[in-house]
């Protein structure tokens, strides 16, 4: 079964690196992506072309995004019911402490920081990879938001 | 005949006085000041106590005798008609005003007086009251003042500022050209005026007794200390001022003199040189603020250039030709130097953006978590790092890590062969303040390159020698100087270097 993954990411090079770290990682993940924040709203709530998208078993959050950035889709992700299960990882270059904190207020799963080297960037990945898509028990989808 | 007429005088004199005595005599004799009676002949014809003590005859000795005796010029000729005038006129012309003159004693002393005439209709016809006042007290005063004006006028006119004197109650009594010049009055037009006129404010206060201090204390307190305020020119307008005070004895009592700096062009310095360090703070937090954003900034397109010519090493080394592994690997050296540039850079703007936490700090504990973070390099490099007991000092701690781990890795990596030693040592200096000197045994540094080495980006050695950005001390130094101190090198080529700096103990 595949594992459906979105990024949110307005970086072409870094959607690509993901892309690749992935499929030296796990090829059994799906990533969609979405460019901006009001893409991704539109995606999470299957709204426009996105109708027909799966809902997320993981969302990958950058958080300065044209048009509506990673902060305010955070508090819209968990401030809707049907959403807030969504384990959601803050995936950015902001070493800012404000970043830090105001993430996790706003209820992040987690917060990583991109690496500068591929090599530190594949390891993150596989890391989350192994954590959050191995190990982690997430709610079995479908019953999430019941 | 001669003695007939006195007699005739005389008789007249009694017959008049007789007729005025009742009228008159308490009136004289109530006078606080000598009163003298004299008819059209210049003869005096009535005299009070007061006349008696001041010219020092008795009354029976004046009475009928002529008034030149006792006032020798400038009386009687007064009272005299002439060609021109009627005694009427020549004595209305004489009324009312102080006219002063000579006084002489029956011991043939004289003394100032002034005299106030007025007329007396009597059956002998109009007579002349004269009150006469013995000014000698004044004139002293006025002559003491003459002479303090002579004496001090060169010394008032010598000095470079204006000069003001003032009395007690505040009036001007002195003043020098310079004072003119910057209030632009003339002499005659302040001198008895009150000096709230040219100082408004925070002077005359400062003369004035009050319940708690007498005059000369008020004064005392004021002496030698430069007061600043605002003087007022005749045109109405203001400016700056420094007085400075300081007594001066007379007979009125104690004078002020008062020394008035104009110090606008002074005020203006100090407001520009205000101005300028505003903006140069202004431009020093801009820079750092600019240095943070740059290198943050920097970074994003750095990650690209870095991993994808990581990826492309990984993916296609030995896939492509010689040539083409050769520059992948440039390019990778190239962007993971760049890397520990913008590292440093940020770590150096963060230095000196960062608020910083001055509390008080163990250096001993600050060292020794420098050494931890250092393991590697003292492992690789079999250094022995030893050091005396260190202090507890006011310090920022997590800077005085970074110091120590700065200059102890140095110390630890420019080295030439053999096992590096590094000591650190402390003591007091004279401000008391704790002085950390950090000895090495190693390559030592020329000195034409003591401060060449604090800048940022300086380095002293080829890449290929020793790697780095030339950061480390220039961060050093900016810690030490965000602790108000400052950093030092001694060395000699071959001989190892020390770094010392010097940081404030716990209060």
């Given at each position: 079964m595949p594992i459906e993954v979105l990024l949110v990411e307005d970086s072409p090079g870094d959607v690509r690196l993901t892309q690749e770290a992935f499929r030296d990682i796990n090829r059994s993940v799906h990533l969609h992506i979405a460019s901006d924040g009001v893409e991704a709203m539109i995606f999470l709530r299957r709204?426009?072309?996105?109708?027909?998208a799966p809902r997320p078993d993981l969302m990958l959050l950058d958080?300065?995004?044209?048009?509506?950035?990673g902060r305010e889709v955070l508090a819209c992700v968990k401030g809707d019911d049907s959403l807030k299960t969504i384990p959601t990882i803050i995936l950015t270059t902001s070493e800012a402490e404000v970043d830090i904190v105001k993430s996790y207020q706003l209820q992040a799963n987690c917060y990583l920081n991109k690496p500068v080297q591929f090599d530190a960037f594949e390891s993150l990945v596989r890391s989350i990879n192994d954590f959050w898509l191995t190990k982690v028990k997430l709610p079995t989808r479908g019953k999430a938001n019941e | 005949m001669a003695t007939m007429q006195d007699i005739s005088v005389r008789n007249a004199a009694e017959k008049n006085l007789a007729q005025m005595e009742g009228k008159y005599r308490g009136l004289l004799e109530a006078a606080p000041d000598a009163m003298v009676v004299v008819n059209q002949g210049g003869e005096i014809v009535l005299l009070n106590v007061q006349a008696e003590k001041q010219f020092g005859y008795r009354r029976d000795e004046l009475?009928?005798?002529?008034?030149k005796n006792i006032i020798p010029e400038g009386f009687a000729e007064r009272l005299r008609a002439d060609g021109l005038r009627s005694v009427e006129d020549a004595l209305a012309q004489q009324i009312g005003t102080g006219i002063e003159l000579t006084g002489r004693r029956r011991d043939g002393t004289e003394f100032p007086i002034e005299i106030m005439l007025s007329p007396l209709e009597s059956s002998e016809g109009i007579l002349v009251t004269a009150a006469i006042r013995n000014i000698s007290v004044r004139r002293d005063a006025e002559k003491h003042l003459a002479q303090m004006e002579g004496k001090y006028r060169g010394l008032l006119e010598a000095a470079p500022d204006a000069m003001v004197v003032v009395n007690q109650r505040g009036e001007i009594v002195l003043l020098n050209v310079q004072a003119e010049k910057q209030f632009g009055y003339h002499r005659d037009e302040l001198?008895?005026?009150?000096?709230k006129n040219i100082i408004p404010e925070g002077f005359a206060e400062r003369l004035l007794a009050d319940a708690l201090r007498s005059a000369e204390d008020a004064l005392a307190q004021q002496i030698g200390t430069g007061i600043e305020l605002t003087g007022r020119r005749k045109n109405g307008s203001h400016f700056p001022i420094e007085i400075m005070l300081s007594p001066l004895e007379s007979a009125e009592g104690i004078l002020v003199t008062a020394a008035v700096r104009d110090i606008t062009k002074r005020k203006k310095a100090e407001a520009h040189l205000l101005q300028k360090v505003e903006e140069l703070n202004r431009s020093n937090e801009e820079l750092e603020q600019f240095a943070y954003i740059a290198s943050h900034d920097l970074q994003e397109p750095l990650r690209m250039v870095a991993s994808y010519t990581q990826l492309l090493s990984k993916r296609y080394t030995g896939r492509l030709d010689s040539d083409a592994d050769e520059f992948i690997s440039f390019a990778m050296d190239g962007a993971s130097r760049m890397q520990r540039l913008i590292n440093d850079l940020l770590a150096y703007s963060r230095v000196g953006t960062k608020p910083m936490d001055l509390l008080d700090t163990s250096s001993e504990e600050a060292l020794e978590q420098a050494l931890i973070n250092l393991r590697g390099a003292v492992a690789e490099s079999g250094a022995i790092v030893t050091h005396d007991r260190l202090p507890t000092v006011l310090a920022d701690e997590m800077q005085l890590v970074h110091l120590f781990q700065n200059l102890v890795g140095n110390a630890i990596k420019y080295q030439g062969p053999g096992i590096p030693r590094v000591h650190i040592s402390v003591s007091k200096n004279d401000e008391s303040k704790w002085v950390f000197s950090i000895r090495d045994n190693g390559l030592g540094i020329d000195s034409q390159y003591f401060e060449k080495?604090?800048?940022?980006?300086?380095?002293?050695?080829?890449r290929e020698e020793f790697a780095g950005t030339g950061v480390g001390l220039a961060i050093c130094k900016k810690i030490i100087e965000r602790h108000g101190g400052s950093i030092t090198v001694e060395s000699q080529p071959g001989h190892g270097s020390t770094f010392r700096f010097a940081l404030a103990g716990t209060k």
């Open positions: 709204q426009g072309v996105h109708t027909l958080l300065n995004l044209p048009k509506m950035d | 009475i009928g005798q002529k008034v001198v008895g005026q009150q000096v080495i604090f800048g940022i980006f300086q380095r002293l050695h080829k």
